[in-house]
T-cell receptor, first 111, second 112 residues
């Protein structure tokens, strides 16, 4: 079926280092993307979004980069903290209300 | 962001039975969505629930298996019918907000 794929199912990062989570999407016409964070036992939570007319967007300790040429998204987390340990999903907007979610990357922060 | 309450948070059910999951939003929303998240997997949209009309199901999901109700603008239910072990998943409801979805905390269903 339709999918937005992620290359690395698990990423282990030392506390304090930067994390980079990658995502490939399939529809070149998609114009809106979101990164979600899902902690154990919880639903996904919005982290940051980006529209296709942008290449980069920054939030607090997080940056999303969009490369439309190769249909690639990345989420960068600066100074990774133990509280960042979670599964991260990218989501691609399809149509008015539908979102296609990637397979997820589990981020493990090592003390 | 809206707060979405979902219950039960988890359940263990016998095969062949049905479970109804409830989702309550703290503000009125036009559209609500039900997702399934199988163990270690991503989220797959089951259906879109609009108030006052029948739910719209995605490919691979049918009303007989996953009947949905949407009696008002703050509430929806999803029933998982005639359950089998393959239905063991996390079921999530969500609503559209200004930026994407807000999700409930999910219902972890185990079918034995």
């Amino acid at each position: 079926g339709e999918s937005v794929g992620l290359h690395l199912p698990t990423l282990s990062v030392q506390e304090g280092d930067n994390s980079i989570i990658n995502c490939a999407y399939s529809n070149s016409a998609s114009d809106y993307f979101i990164w979600y964070k899902q902690e154990s036992g919880k639903g996904p939570q919005f982290i940051i979004d980006i529209r296709s007319n942008m290449d980069k967007r920054q939030g607090q300790r997080v940056t999303v980069l969009l490369n439309k040429t190769v249909k690639h998204l990345s989420l960068q987390i600066a100074a990774t903290q133990p509280g960042d340990s979670a599964v991260y999903f990218c989501a691609e907007k399809r149509g008015t209300y539908k979102y296609i979610f990637g397979t997820g990357t589990r981020l493990k922060v090592l003390a | 962001s809206a707060v979405i309450s979902q219950k039960p948070s988890r359940d263990i059910c016998q095969r062949g039975t049905s479970l109804t999951i409830q989702c309550q939003v703290d503000s009125q929303v036009t559209m609500m969505f039900w997702y399934r998240q199988q163990p270690g997997q991503s989220l797959t949209l089951i259906a879109t629930a609009n108030q006052g009309s029948e739910a719209t199901y995605e490919s691979g999901f049918v009303i007989d298996k996953f009947p949905i109700s949407r009696p008002n603008l703050t509430f929806s239910t999803l029933t998982v019918s005639n359950m089998s072990p393959e239905d063991s998943s996390i079921y999530l409801c969500s609503a559209i907000r200004d930026s994407g979805y807000t999700f409930g905390s999910g219902t972890r269903l185990t079918v034995v």
